[in-house]
């Protein structure tokens, strides 16, 4: 079982930075790709950005340009460096780990709130 922990959010004002980590339990090299959601008030879980395990990286269009994700395998850890917030980035961000044997297995963590001012 893979425990993910996301820590970093907090309030910032619109144009400022946050960067988001997400240690797993798990060594991340053995995970097909991890990612970050989040979930806005009112609003469905939506896909931000994802790494790949031959460190591809992909972003919504929403925050390409704006954030960054990376990793570091020694620390198992993943991040998401976020710069130029803005308002509508308010959200609860997700951490996911996928792990592909005979089937998809889908990892989550609990959550971290990140609250942008205008």
């Known amino acids: 079982q893979v425990q993910l922990v996301e820590s970093g959010g907090g309030l910032v004002q619109a144009g400022g930075s946050l960067r988001l980590s997400c240690s797993s339990s798990?060594?991340?090299?053995?995970?097909?790709?991890m990612a970050w959601y989040r979930q806005g008030p009112g609003k469905q879980r939506e896909f931000v950005s994802s790494i790949t395990s031959d460190i591809g990286t992909y972003y919504a269009d929403s925050v390409k340009g704006r954030f960054t994700i990376s990793r570091d395998g020694a620390k198992n850890t993943v991040y998401l460096q976020m710069n130029s917030l803005k308002p509508e980035d308010t959200a609860v961000y997700y951490c996911?780990?996928?792990?592909?044997?005979?089937?998809?297995?889908?990892?989550w963590g609990q959550g971290t709130q990140v609250t942008v001012s205008s």
């Open positions: 996911n780990a996928v792990v592909v044997r005979d089937t998809r297995y889908d990892y």
């Open positions: 798990g060594s991340i090299l053995s995970f097909h790709h």
